[in-house]
């Protein structure tokens, strides 16, 4: 295996200091290109309104930032202020403001907080995901991460988000969950005996009766039969269950 200073894992920049900085230098690079647009449209060429520079830096620039930013936000001052300086350059343009003009005026102006607020909000919306583990090894990390009480020497977002949960006295966010992974399942129970008729060669009506034939054999043996149904709009995923009469047992949205 070859040694390395520096990788790159989806998306970010990982050192072997884990200080961050050649992420936050590959940042530099993408995002001065992204403000040297900002500054073209700002021109008196272009003539764009103040708003509309606004939402472009919040949708090219701010998304960019975004992406990892609860990971790598916890480097040094010096190095995070390789992002932040290249921010705030693009709302003094957006904003036609000064260059003396106070950094703390132009984000107000703009409706940006600092950087620095800005991650540690979004990294206070990841306490749902800690609130309610839909993963055994997610579930398995937080019981350790509670467990422990020295602090790491690299604390991970995970912990930090952990740490956040005990401040405000979030004690019970690690629920049992069980986990029973479908290649541990037994063969029987699964139902193939409609696997060995064609579809295209085989009626309806065949595969009804043949499914009716295997709902009679297991209500004798005092079965209770739930059917589960889905669908997908544009904003949701909902879910349905009945039972073997047709009614509503339980419906609702997914997450």
């Not at 990841?126 to 055994?136: A, D, T, Y």
Request: glycine share 4%.
């Amino acid at each position: 295996i070859q040694n390395v200073n520096n990788c790159k894992i989806l998306g970010i920049n990982i050192d072997c200091k884990y200080n961050f900085k050649n992420h936050c230098n590959y940042l530099k690079k993408d995002l001065t290109i992204r403000l040297n647009i900002i500054k073209y449209l700002s021109s008196n060429k272009s003539q764009m309104h103040t708003n509309s520079l606004l939402r472009l830096v919040n949708s090219v620039m701010l998304s960019k930032i975004d992406y990892g930013l609860v990971i790598y936000n916890k480097t040094s001052k010096t190095t995070f202020k390789i992002v932040e300086t290249i921010l705030n350059a693009a709302i003094r343009t957006s904003l036609r403001a000064f260059r003396t003009t106070p950094i703390k005026n132009i984000q107000a102006e703009g409706g940006f907080e600092p950087l620095r607020v800005h991650a540690n909000r979004l990294m206070h919306r990841l306490l749902h995901k800690i609130s309610c583990p839909n993963s055994s090894l997610l579930h398995k990390h937080i019981s350790l991460l509670k467990k422990r009480k020295t602090l790491p020497k690299y604390p991970s977002t995970l912990h930090n988000i952990v740490k956040i949960a005990k401040k405000y006295n979030i004690s019970d966010y690690t629920p049992p969950l069980e986990f029973h992974p479908p290649w541990l399942l037994e063969s029987n129970n699964f139902l193939k005996n409609l696997q060995n008729f064609n579809k295209n060669n085989t009626s309806p009506i065949v595969f009804k009766s043949l499914f009716n034939e295997i709902l009679s054999e297991y209500k004798n043996c005092g079965w209770d039969f739930l059917f589960t149904d889905g669908s997908k709009t544009t904003k949701h995923v909902g879910f349905v269950i009945t039972d073997g009469s047709g009614s509503t047992q339980k419906m609702g949205i997914l997450p």
